[in-house]
């Protein structure tokens, strides 16, 4: 049961016994009166006036008893309601506070949590950088020492050839097998890092004159109408631009060609033609 109806049902009891009370006043009342009657018919008119207002006044005393004791009764239960209610609402607002505590020590230990991840993946990056970095540099180092070994040993290998007289020792197999594999290997190392060089250009030259399309699907009519219109353009100033090259290689191959008779012509004599090499096969009789 709440305090609201425990507080009703105390008003009503009060109620009860304020109406119950009133009712045993109100037979006194009757009670005086009949014997006041009575007295009367006796004679004793003067006697009975003052147990009248004696008996009024008994009755009033015991209203007034009532009333101040169901007064009482409900001030009283008045203010204990009164008083749960504010006990309730000071705990439902501590109940609140401690709640509210709670959240915000979560979301400061939630954040400090999301900040120190945010740190340690800050330290690792740093970290991954540094290794990355020394690494780049041993790399380097390791480079740079092999080719200045590399250019020593060929020095000192130039210097002890000057050192070598003209007709007193030389070279021996060995050592132009080993001349030579050196001289062939630099040789292949330098093609390949042509050939690597070409390879970029050309790769950046296509990238340059093909950049990547956008995507087609997210592009609306008009803009795939442009695309086009600034793809062929592309197409025919490439095109322009390849007539052109063609024609100034065929009127350079044509101005060398000119050059070279002109020249055969200053030296008295014809350009000696390339002979392929016949095998001579003697006949047997």
Not at 252 to 270: C, H, M, Y
């Amino acid at each position: 049961m709440s305090s609201a109806e425990e507080r009703r049902a105390a008003r009503r009891r009060a109620r009860e016994e304020a109406a119950a009370t009133e009712e045993d006043v109100g037979e006194d009342v009757t009670d005086s009166r009949e014997e006041r009657r009575r007295r009367r018919r006796q004679g004793g008119d003067e006697e009975a006036e003052p147990s009248v207002e004696e008996d009024t006044r008994r009755s009033r005393r015991s209203r007034d008893e009532v009333e101040e004791v169901s007064v009482p009764d409900t001030s009283a239960e008045d203010e204990a309601a009164a008083r749960a209610e504010e006990e309730r609402i000071r705990q439902e607002q501590e109940e609140q506070e401690r709640a509210e505590a709670e959240r915000r020590a979560q979301e400061e230990e939630e954040r400090m949590r999301e900040e120190a991840a945010r740190r340690e993946e800050e330290e690792r990056q740093r970290e991954e950088e540094r290794r990355r970095q020394e690494e780049e540099e041993r790399l380097a180092a390791e480079k740079a020492a092999a080719e200045q070994a590399e250019k020593e040993r060929i020095r000192q290998e130039e210097e002890e050839k000057k050192k070598k007289k003209k007709g007193f020792g030389g070279l021996t197999p060995e050592k132009k097998k080993l001349l030579k594999t050196i001289i062939m290997e630099r040789a292949r190392q330098e093609l390949h890092a042509e050939a690597l060089r070409n390879k970029e250009a050309k790769e950046n030259k296509i990238k340059e004159c093909c950049p990547n399309l956008p995507d087609l699907s997210t592009m609306a009519e008009a803009q795939l109408q442009t695309l086009c219109k600034g793809i062929y353009d592309k197409i025919c100033k490439k095109e322009s631009e390849k007539y052109d090259v063609e024609l100034a290689i065929r009127n350079q191959e044509k101005q060398i060609n000119e050059l070279t008779l002109k020249v055969s012509d200053v030296k008295g004599r014809f350009a000696k033609p390339v002979l392929k090499k016949v095998v001579r096969v003697e006949r047997r009789h």
